[in-house]
């Protein structure tokens, strides 16, 4: 027989138990992170932060894997000027050093678009084929001029070789002087003539090129005189095709507007429109924060180029940046912009980000690794001054080069607010 355990009994056994300091707590199973734990220091573990409104001391001991997952970072802390940041409102759009605006230099008849928005081509691709009266006619006369040229060149080797001949004649007596002086004449008239023929081939070829014919397509013409009056419109450059306005059949024009535009996406233009009140303090080279609404993230970047003047129409400093495609940045979105400039004249003082600095009892805190205890970080008490952007001076409580917890800090605090264990 099982013996019976009076419920008085179970009772009083429990209450014993919990004076001894056993505890029963259940695991949970779906924890994906260790739990940190806490460890009072010896010096302050009688402290009482509800008293003094100071931190108790206490430090928190946590494993790599908490590290690791909360991304908790240190860095030193640092002296410098502190001066509030230009944050003004800032405008996406296309590098526009690699927009390449092209159109057609013949006026015809679209026959073939190859390119559609988004398309990604190379330098020397097709775009659009255009059938061009213009340059038909152009071709035309390049193959007129090409046979006048042959003619005068045949009229020049004859009267040279009769020139040639007539030079003994003259000197036996068998034909005049006269004669001769004549043949002379016509030889140097024909010269003339086969120069004038070259002149006018060399143009009508040049205008051939003006159309967009190349060596060999021109030497292919020279050689089949078939009037080819198609011109192929070619990308300039290698890059992606940002506007189409041309269509199938439409009749284009050299004096229309691009009918395709094409952009290198290497890299985005960031135009930050600077007040006027805060346009002195920009230079280039300078940091700055991009913050776009809907990105979690800040992007960085540098002042790539001030202007001299302003914006007409806005009256504000159109100071650019030029960001990375790779940042996510696109055309058309719209930003805010934070840029960090500093003072020379004002005093430097040790500052740390703001993000670094938390509210603990009544005081303010930041987090510092224990020495050589790795993981294990404690509070330190730091008189602030009012914040500055994202960066706070310190007063006191911690000096230049001390390293602190920069990122992650509210796990630190989480687990230090949770006390040590089996304490009240």
């Not at 001894?20 to 010896?42: L, Q």
């Not at 001066?83 to 526009?96: K, L, N, S």
């Not at 009140?277 to 700055?288: K, S, Y």
């Not at 020495?371 to 008490?381: D, E, H, L, N, T």
Request: proline letters at 8%; glycine letters at 8%; hydrophobic letters at 45%.
């Amino acid at each position: 027989m099982h013996a019976i355990i009076p419920v008085r009994s179970l009772v009083m056994i429990l209450v014993c138990l919990a004076f001894m300091g056993v505890t029963y707590s259940e695991d949970d199973d779906d924890a994906k992170v260790p739990a940190a734990s806490t460890k009072p220091s010896s010096t302050d573990r009688d402290a009482d932060p509800k008293k003094d409104g100071a931190p108790s001391g206490d430090q928190v001991s946590l494993t790599p894997e908490v590290i690791a997952h909360y991304h908790i970072t240190t860095a030193p802390v640092r002296r410098t000027a502190l001066t509030a940041p230009v944050i003004a409102a800032a405008e996406v759009g296309y590098d526009a050093d690699t927009v390449m605006d092209i159109g057609t230099i013949v006026a015809g008849r679209v026959q073939e678009v190859r390119v559609h928005v988004g398309d990604v081509v190379a330098a020397g691709d097709i775009l659009m084929t255009i059938d061009s009266q213009e340059l038909g006619q152009a071709q035309n006369a390049y193959l007129e001029r090409e046979g006048i040229r042959a003619g005068a060149e045949a009229d020049a080797k004859l009267a040279q070789a009769t020139w040639t001949r007539s030079e003994p004649l003259v000197k036996d007596q068998t034909i005049s002087s006269g004669e001769g002086s004549r043949r002379e004449a016509d030889f140097h008239k024909a010269q003339t003539a086969l120069l004038t023929a070259e002149a006018a081939l060399a143009g009508a070829e040049n205008t051939l090129r003006l159309y967009g014919m190349d060596d060999t397509a021109v030497a292919e013409l020279q050689k089949s005189h078939r009037v080819s009056p198609r011109v192929a419109v070619r990308a300039p450059a290698a890059g992606a095709v940002i506007a189409r306005s041309v269509t199938l059949g439409e009749i284009a024009r050299p004096d229309q507007e691009a009918l395709v535009v094409i952009a290198d996406l290497s890299d985005v233009w960031v135009t930050v429109s600077v007040p006027v009140a805060r346009a002195p303090d920009v230079a280039v080279g300078q940091p700055v924060r991009i913050l776009v609404a809907g990105m979690s993230q800040t992007i960085p970047g540098k002042v790539d180029f001030v202007p001299p003047g302003l914006d007409p129409q806005s009256h504000t400093l159109p100071v650019r940046i030029s960001v990375p495609w790779s940042s996510g940045l696109r055309p058309g979105m719209f930003a805010t912009v934070a840029i960090e400039v500093t003072d020379p004249k004002a005093a430097e003082m040790t500052v740390v980000p703001s993000d670094a600095v938390f509210s603990y009892g009544n005081a303010r805190v930041v987090f510092v690794p224990v020495p050589q205890a790795a993981g294990s970080f404690k509070a330190c008490r730091v008189v602030t001054g009012p914040p500055e952007g994202d960066g706070t001076p310190i007063i006191s409580g911690i000096e230049p080069g001390d390293p602190i917890v920069i990122t992650g800090g509210f796990i630190i605090k989480a687990q230090l607010a949770k006390g040590p264990a089996d304490e009240d």
